[in-house]
């Protein structure tokens, strides 16, 4: 339940609050990155199990039938393991309680986590097209049948393990994790429609000329995580929040005459907080305003960590963060 109380707030403002008017702080317990971890566990250690099986099979497979591609993928797919790992850590993480060192906890390690995990899926793709150029220009005989057999593989193992993530959208980390084995799965049955495609025709740049169209699909597809993770990272807006959406019902609250020094940024992947100074010219301490604004907004916004300070039109004018082009 939110929670709204007032003090002296700590922002040195080189003045005194008037007695019935300071610092408000209330938040909903409701944060998304709690039930995450706790969900997605079980998730985290079959996906990784099934994918460190899949690469040592790989490699023998890839050995046995001297196949670059297979050896290759089996590279590629040891990157998803580091990639699920990350995420399971970060997730793992952000259950840790907050610190005197770390007073918001570790929740930004998930969106550390989707980063790295968006980059390093953007430089495989890379890696990828670098490959498939070079085959076009000397394509090379596979063993089509080990091959169609182990890419089925793949997408059954990349499949599973997308599913178990499916649900986890609203967590960009999850998000970034189900899109990364979304994308494995894809590459596989590229993989297998490619072999089965050269052992019928003899066509043997179809090999490359699939693995680029996989490729690009997901570029397009991780772009969009690497874009919000980098956003969160650098503190700003969470995706799906307008600020001036945000800005217009608190200024819209009763008594509320100006709202100044907004900000709204990313705890973790699944927390937002938000910060303003509301001037309130109407009677009392506005405790039950604070309130009321830290229950709505969790509900209209999901902004779920906030904290408001409520100041009288003479303690604005004092105000040194008031500008607009101040921070």
């Known amino acids: 339940m939110a929670a709204g109380h007032d003090h002296h707030h700590g922002h040195d403002h080189g003045h005194d609050h008037d007695r019935d008017h300071g610092h408000g702080h209330g938040h909903e317990h409701h944060h998304g990155h ?44 040891a990157g998803d393991v580091l990639a699920l790992l990350l995420a399971w850590g970060a997730a793992a993480a952000g259950r840790r309680a907050p610190s005197r060192v770390r007073t918001y906890g ?21 890696a990828i097209a670098v490959e498939a150029s070079r085959r076009f220009s000397g394509p090379e005989p596979i063993s089509t049948g080990i091959v169609v057999w182990v890419g089925l593989a793949g997408v059954v193992v990349n499949g599973v393990t997308a599913w178990m993530f499916s649900r986890g959208h609203d967590d960009l980390n999850i998000r ?3 899109l990364h084995m979304a994308g494995d799965a894809a590459v596989s049955l590229g993989v297998v429609v490619a ?22 699909v ?5 772009w969009g995580v690497l874009r919000d993770a980098a956003n969160l990272a650098v503190d ?12 217009a019902y608190l200024r819209a609250l009763p008594g509320v005459e100006e709202v100044h020094d907004l900000h709204i940024w990313g705890l973790s992947t699944t927390s937002t907080a938000l910060t303003a100074h509301l001037v309130h010219g109407g009677p009392g301490s506005g405790e039950a305003l604070v309130l009321r604004a830290c229950q709505e907004l969790q509900a209209r916004f999901r902004i779920d ?15 040194r963060l008031r500008p607009a082009d101040v921070v």
């Open 218 to 222: 997901i570029a397009v597809s991780t």
């Open 34 to 77: 709690h039930h995450a971890p706790a969900s997605f566990g079980t998730a985290f250690a079959v996906g990784a199990v099934l994918n460190i099986g899949f690469v040592a099979a790989q490699i023998g497979f890839g050995l046995m039938a001297h196949s670059m591609a297979l050896l290759a993928d089996a590279v590629h797919n």
């Open 176 to 178: 970034a994790t189900f």
């Open 106 to 126: 570790w929740g930004r390690s998930s969106i550390l986590a989707a980063l790295i995990n968006a980059a390093v899926l953007l430089v495989g793709v890379g």
């Open 305 to 319: 960590h906030t904290t408001l300070q409520i100041e009288s039109l003479a303690t604005a004018s004092a105000c």
């Open 195 to 216: 072999a089965l495609a050269i052992q019928y025709t003899g066509l043997l740049w179809l090999d490359p000329l699939t693995s680029l169209a996989i490729a690009g």
């Open 236 to 247: 700003g807006v969470p995706r799906g929040i307008r600020v001036p959406d945000v800005e």
